[in-house]
């Protein structure tokens, strides 16, 4: 059953993170350093961002074609894309492709910064296992919009695959896909700033609209 959500931002949620951690100008890439922080904070250990796993993230977003009703049904892609077509379309070797372990989509009317995508995504109990399961080794996050603008998406993936043999690249670098960011590529994504010059533009020419999304632990 769909459930909505009115989006608030929810800030005992989202940890601030150290001043160490290197973020690029990439949302993705933030959206896993807020995941990251609350892990540790929890006694969980960090996972390690792995662009491979992540971009196949941003591929998953793809497959529900912009329809985020689809998200709020609770629908998925069918485990054999991972292989067919997202692998493929990331330029990852299939036969390096591990079990997903755990998944968190959400999808919004407009675009939100990743602090509230976070709290957005950390809807309920059910969420918050899949964030602190202890079988996590690897994340990848991806976040773009649809036809140039809303509505929003956001997908994380978990792994329990092993560093360095796990969604690995065929040339070593997964593919960059626009539009759309994934974490983990050392990318400033320009895709990042697309969203939100997107979302300006979007709330000047529309006068009035309440903002609902849709965010599940799948």
């Known amino acids: 059953m769909a459930m909505v959500l009115w989006l608030l931002f929810s800030p005992f949620l989202f940890l601030s993170v150290s001043a160490n951690t290197q973020i690029t100008d990439n949302p993705a890439d933030e959206l896993v350093a807020a995941l990251n922080a609350n ?57 390096t492709l591990s079990p997903i372990t755990g998944r968190l989509l959400g999808c ?25 399961n202890k079988n996590h ?13 809303g509505p929003y998406f956001w997908c994380v993936l978990f792994s329990n695959g092993k560093h360095n043999s796990s969604f690995v690249a065929q040339d070593g670098v997964a593919k960059i896909s626009r539009p759309g960011c994934f974490s983990g590529a050392n990318d400033e994504c320009s895709g990042a700033n697309d969203l939100s010059r997107l979302h300006h533009m979007w709330l000047y020419t529309v006068t009035a609209f309440v903002a609902a999304g849709y965010a599940f632990g799948i």
């Open 137 to 149: 080794t690897e994340v990848g996050a991806g976040v773009t919009g649809s036809d140039g603008g």
């Open 39 to 95: 892990r540790t904070a929890h006694k969980s250990s960090a996972l390690t961002d792995n662009p491979g796993l992540a971009c196949i993230a941003l591929q998953y977003i793809k497959a529900y074609q912009g329809d985020c009703k689809a998200v709020g049904e609770a629908k998925k892609p069918a485990d054999s894309e991972f292989a067919e077509t997202f692998a493929p379309n990331c330029g990852v070797e299939a036969s």
């Open 108 to 132: 919004q009317s407009k675009y939100v910064e990743p602090s509230e995508a976070f709290s957005m995504l950390m809807k309920n109990e059910k969420s918050l296992e899949i964030l602190y």
